[in-house]
C-alpha cells in the first residue's frame, strides 16, 4: 500500500548553509525546498493546505534561545497544526537525557522514533510519544485526511492499473493485426 507519508529511515544533512538573518522568514523558500515541501513532524505534504499556510518552525523556541533565531539549522519547515502545537515547548536538559524530546530529521533517525501504519501513527520511543502527545499527530481531523488521501491514492492505483492492462491488450490487437496485414501481402 502507497505511504506518502513516510518517516526517513536516515538522518537529514542540510543542502543550505546561510549566515544568520535577521528575518528568520526569508528561509522559508529554501526550508520548502530542503524538506521536500513536508512537514518535517507529521509528514502532510504542503500541496494539500497551500505552502502560504505551512511555516517556519524554530526547533528550539525563539523565546528561549533568542540568539537561534535567525539561524537556519535551527529552522524547519512545518504544517500549521504541528508548528501551533509545538510552539514553545522544550524539554529541560535532564529530560533531553531521558528522551523527552520531540524528534527533528536533522538531529534525529526519525523512522526510529515514528513510523505510520495506515492513516496512524505510531510512536516507536519515548521521544515518539512526545512528539505524539505534544503535536497530537493522531488527532480525528488528521487522521480522517491521511484515510481519505491514501483511499485516492489506492483508487488512482487501480485506475492506472486498469488502463495498463486495457493499453496491454490494444497493443496485443495491434500486433495480431499488423501480422495478418504482413501476411496478406
Given at each position: ?10 538522518r537529514?544533512k ?9 528575518t528568520?522568514?526569508?528561509?522559508k523558500?529554501?526550508l520548502r ?26 526547533y528550539r ?20 497544526a504541528?508548528?501551533?502545537r ?100
Amino acid at each position: 500500500a502507497p505511504q506518502p507519508f513516510r518517516y526517513p529511515f536516515k538522518r537529514h544533512k542540510r543542502q543550505y548553509a546561510f549566515p544568520a538573518r535577521k528575518t528568520y522568514r526569508t528561509f522559508k523558500p529554501h526550508l520548502r525546498d530542503e524538506f521536500a515541501r513536508q512537514c518535517v513532524y507529521c509528514r502532510l505534504p504542503d500541496t494539500v493546505k497551500g505552502a502560504d499556510s505551512f511555516g517556519v518552525d524554530h526547533y528550539r523556541p525563539e523565546t528561549l534561545f533568542p540568539a537561534l533565531v535567525g539561524v537556519y539549522t535551527n529552522l524547519f519547515y512545518s504544517c500549521p497544526a504541528c508548528n501551533s502545537r509545538k510552539s514553545y515547548f522544550w524539554p529541560s536538559d535532564r529530560d533531553r537525557a531521558r528522551g523527552v524530546f520531540i524528534p527533528n530529521p536533522c538531529e534525529h533517525t526519525m523512522a526510529e522514533h515514528l513510523r505510520y501504519n495506515g492513516a496512524q501513527v505510531h510512536p516507536r520511543s519515548v521521544a515518539g510519544l512526545i512528539a505524539d502527545d505534544v503535536l497530537m499527530l493522531n488527532d480525528e481531523e488528521s487522521t480522517k485526511y491521511r484515510e481519505f488521501l491514501l483511499r485516492s491514492i489506492e483508487y488512482a492505483r487501480k485506475i492506472v492499473s486498469g488502463l495498463q492492462a486495457e493499453l496491454y491488450g490494444i497493443s496485443q490487437d495491434l500486433r495480431r493485426a499488423t501480422a495478418a496485414r504482413r501476411a496478406l501481402l
